[in-house]
């Protein structure tokens, strides 16, 4: 006979630091141990105990699971926030090499102790978001910003949408999330910044999304005048002028052309 599977509904958090292994062994250990100080600074900030999180490191970042009676909108509305404030004075001090940027994932449903971690589709779930382009995306279009976070829909509908602890929906952006065999709709914020106006977050809004053809977003690499936000279908736009499904918008040097590969 099968033994009786417990689970348990909780809040879950990924953390992954940006650019991890670009940093040689050294680089590595050192911001590891950043990373750690950052954590606990953080929840200190919020008057958080980080000692009864369950947490699995993973060298670039951790995987938590917050203790029962957690308040979902204290995580979102002020560890989130309290990260990133640590780590920009942290980043200002520090050498380039030593700068460290992350992505943090929140969602929330049943887990299962199991042999090797965790089980459950919830865990599946924010693993995959952490991994999703879109954060990667507002991430790398707010330069001084230190910290991304995407959160589920479900998360989303019942903490975002309801305004709790002073969230304000308005900053979160709505995107289409695929990762290997995972889709599914999520949301992107950046503390102190606001993605839904910037014209450099091409992240898609769904499979409707007309910067998106044969599932990929299609985003510019800005030329030597910083290029222009477009909106296109096949071949047209609503900028200067574009010949063919890749071609080059001349007058603003920005040329199309799919995503690449990212380190992981």
């Not at 953080?42 to 970042?61: E, F, K, M, P, Y």
């Not at 920009?88 to 971690?117: F, K, S």
Request: glycine share 8%; charged share 25%; hydrophobic share 40%.
């Amino acid at each position: 006979m099968a033994p009786a599977v417990q689970s348990e509904r909780r809040l879950i958090m990924f953390v992954d630091m940006e650019s991890y292994s670009r940093n040689d062994d050294m680089g590595q250990f050192h911001a590891q141990s950043n990373f750690q100080k950052v954590m606990r600074d953080a929840a200190d900030l919020c008057g958080l105990d980080r000692s009864g999180w369950t947490v699995q490191a993973s060298g670039d970042g951790e995987f938590a699971i917050f203790p029962p009676g957690t308040s979902e909108p204290r995580i979102v509305a002020e560890l989130v926030p309290a990260m990133d404030r640590v780590l920009r004075d942290h980043n200002r001090q520090a050498a380039d090499q030593a700068r460290i940027r992350m992505r943090v994932a929140l969602h929330q449903g049943l887990v299962v102790p199991a042999e090797n971690g965790f089980a459950g589709k919830a865990v599946v779930t924010a693993a995959r978001l952490v991994n999703a382009e879109p954060v990667r995306e507002a991430l790398a279009s707010f330069p001084n910003a230190a910290v991304a976070l995407i959160v589920s829909a479900t998360i989303h509908r019942d903490v975002v949408c309801q305004s709790y602890s002073g969230i304000r929906p308005d900053r979160f952006r709505r995107v289409r999330v695929e990762v290997k065999s995972f889709v599914d709709q999520a949301w992107v914020f950046v503390p102190d910044e606001n993605v839904n106006c910037s014209p450099s977050v091409l992240v898609s809004d769904g499979p409707g999304d007309p910067r998106r053809r044969g599932g990929k977003t299609r985003r510019p690499t800005a030329g030597p005048s910083g290029g222009s936000r477009f909106n296109f279908g096949t071949v047209t736009n609503n900028g200067p002028t574009v010949y063919g499904d890749h071609g080059r918008a001349y007058g603003s040097h920005a040329v199309w052309r799919e995503d690449e590969e990212r380190e992981r």
